[in-house]
């Protein structure tokens, strides 16, 4: 019974199973050094730490002087880091990064210092533990995110 050629239907089914798995499941990036799974995971980071801040100074979330703080902290010390995973032509799937980054590399630089500095405004002023001190310093950090997808982040890709 062993022997016998098995029917296609199960070789298909796994078939299906490996490339429903290699779309949908964990990615392994294979390239040296990795580096869009580690700015991909970077930016993630920034999302967990600017998302609970909006949610605070929005009001949908209660306002804690302490958490804000840390989070801006956390932000500050986040800014500097990604940037130095976008080695040139590094633009393999699933990246996102526009050629832009690399054929306009004063501009992209330019995008990183706005949001450095932003974050760095926004650990001063949450310092304060204000709220509405903190606000405006939260605009423009979600301004510069904005500012640098807009010209550097294409759509995603499938
Ligand atoms: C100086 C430019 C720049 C700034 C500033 C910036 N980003 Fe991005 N971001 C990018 C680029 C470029 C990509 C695409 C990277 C890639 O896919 O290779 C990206 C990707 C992302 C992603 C997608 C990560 C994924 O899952 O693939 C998220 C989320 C993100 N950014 C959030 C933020 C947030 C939040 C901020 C601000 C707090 C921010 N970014 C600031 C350039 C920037």
Request: proline residues 11%; glycine residues 4%; positive net charge.
């Amino acid at each position: 019974m062993r022997l016998r050629r098995p029917p296609l239907f199960p070789a298909t089914l796994a078939m299906l199973a490996c490339c429903t798995l290699a779309a949908c499941g964990p990615r392994q990036d294979t390239h040296p050094g990795q580096p869009v799974s580690k700015r991909e995971a970077i930016f993630k980071q920034f999302l967990r730490t600017s998302e609970p801040m909006g949610m605070m100074l929005r009001g949908s979330k209660p306002f804690e002087a302490q958490q804000a703080q840390q989070l801006a902290a956390s932000l500050k010390a986040l800014s500097t880091e990604p940037w130095q995973y976008f080695p040139q032509g590094s633009t393999y799937y699933p990246s996102r990064a526009k050629p832009a980054v690399w054929e306009k590399p004063a501009q992209f630089k330019a995008a990183q210092d706005r949001f450095i500095h932003a974050a760095d405004q926004l650990a001063r002023a949450a310092q304060s533990g204000n709220p509405d001190a903190i606000r405006p310093a939260f605009h423009e950090l979600s301004a510069s995110c904005d500012a640098c997808h807009q010209d550097f982040r294409g759509p995603p890709r499938f």
